[in-house]
């Protein structure tokens, strides 16, 4: 029999068939990016942010005239060198660039860029440029100004896009590079910068906060969760397509309830429910994708439980257990044996900082569900 393909994606970024919700912001992002305007993406990790820029772009390549998009993701670029490269080379894919109007197109490209790279080919014949090893910061910054300009130029008359993903890390990669984009943003007005990340407080600090070096230049877009109501008919509709249905609605909307909010976890959830299945998608499916995901990983759930103290350890699961009523209180503070208070919120910082636990809706959960599921089921 042959196998269906699994119609859940928790991988990278979603788009297309896999994408569901963000309707208005897929919009706003695709009338800013049409009218030449930045727009900075944040949300937790995981909530879809690099989908939404993925969405919107796809979108757009649709209209015409067709738009140029420059994407990095900085967390994948472990150095100048390899950011300065993947630039060029994604520059240098860009469809009817002024480059591929020239009899001689490489060279013409290449004339663009006056710290030039070494060329190879890949195995499609499609140029891939390297810069050595230890590219310092100026460098670096005049290769952008080279893409940037070029953009500009390209976006007289069509779209012009150029998105940084996981902004967070120019702050280890190019301390100085925000503040060039806003000085090349301010000359070259062709050209939308998109910025996403997750780490809220270093985004704060460059795009975000008064004095930060982007500040006020982009239009901020916060994504918080993505509603059962488009979550539901999404499930139904992937799994019915896929043919293997959810027996009943209430299974898919289990699904999202045992997962949510983050939309990573629905997914991921939701594919091996997928998988657990035979022809439809039961409860007992869905009750053995959950012990099957917390089994996985349970030897990590165990490794980090150990290395809390003790405090926060009950912190956790007091959290584990459902919203507290205000973890500010006396009584939670008695509840998980903390001295006072100021005890919890040293221990809620730890555990925030440790990527474990999340504010969300005004109070504090734990980040992973099945690691919640965990914790509750008493598995330390
Ligand atoms: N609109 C959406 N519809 C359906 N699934 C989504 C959507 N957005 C995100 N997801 C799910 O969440 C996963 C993570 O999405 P994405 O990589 O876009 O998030 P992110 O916020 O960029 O994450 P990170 O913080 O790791 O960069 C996707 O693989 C997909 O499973
Ligand atoms: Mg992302």
Not at 6 to 17: H, I, K, R, T
Not at 265 to 275: G, P, R, T, V
Not at 276 to 293: E, F, H, N, R, S
Not at 302 to 326: D, M, N
């Amino acid at each position: 029999m042959a196998t269906t393909r699994n119609p859940f994606d928790y991988g990278g970024p979603v788009s297309g068939a896999s994408f569901t919700g963000r309707r208005d912001e897929v919009a706003a992002v695709v009338h800013r990016l049409r009218d030449h305007i930045g727009v900075v993406v944040t949300a937790p990790r995981r909530y879809g942010k690099s989908s939404l820029v993925k969405q919107a772009c796809a979108e757009l390549e649709r209209q015409t005239p067709r738009p140029a998009v420059v994407s990095v993701n900085l967390l994948q670029c472990g150095s100048l060198s390899e950011m300065s490269g993947a630039l060029l080379r994604r520059l240098y894919r860009v469809p009817g660039g002024p480059w591929t109007r020239l009899k001689q197109t490489l060279p013409g490209f290449l004339r663009r860029i006056r710290i030039q790279p070494s060329t190879t080919f890949d195995n499609q014949g499609r140029p891939v440029f390297t810069f050595a090893p230890g590219l310092g910061p100026e460098d670096a910054s005049r290769v952008v100004d080279d893409v940037y300009q070029t953009m500009h130029e390209i976006g007289a008359k069509r779209p012009s896009v150029l998105f940084f993903d996981e902004f967070q890390a120019i702050r280890e990669l190019h301390p100085q590079l925000a503040r060039r984009l806003k000085a090349l943003a301010d000359e070259y007005g062709n050209v939308s910068l998109v910025l996403a990340g997750s780490k809220a407080h270093l985004m704060e600090s460059l795009v975000l906060s008064k004095g930060a070096p982007l500040y006020n230049m982009l239009e901020r877009l916060a994504l918080g969760p993505i509603p059962v109501e488009d979550w539901v008919p999404f499930l139904l509709r992937q799994a019915r397509s896929a043919g293997k249905p959810f027996a009943e609605q209430d299974v898919a909307l289990e699904v999202w309830n045992q997962a949510q909010p983050v939309p990573f976890d629905i997914q991921q959830l939701a594919y091996e429910s997928f998988n657990q299945a035979t022809d439809t998608i039961t409860q007992a499916a869905l009750a053995q994708a959950i012990d099957g995901l917390i089994r996985h990983e349970a030897a990590d759930y165990a490794k980090t439980f150990e290395k809390l103290s003790a405090g926060q350890r009950r912190v956790l699961k007091a959290l584990a257990a459902g919203p507290p009523a205000s973890v500010g209180s006396a009584e939670f503070a008695t509840a998980v044996e903390l001295a006072d208070s100021t005890s919890v919120r040293k221990a809620l910082k730890a555990l925030g900082e440790l990527e474990l636990v999340v504010r969300r809706a005004d109070t504090f959960a734990v980040d992973d569900p099945f690691f919640a599921a965990w914790l509750r089921g008493g598995g330390f």
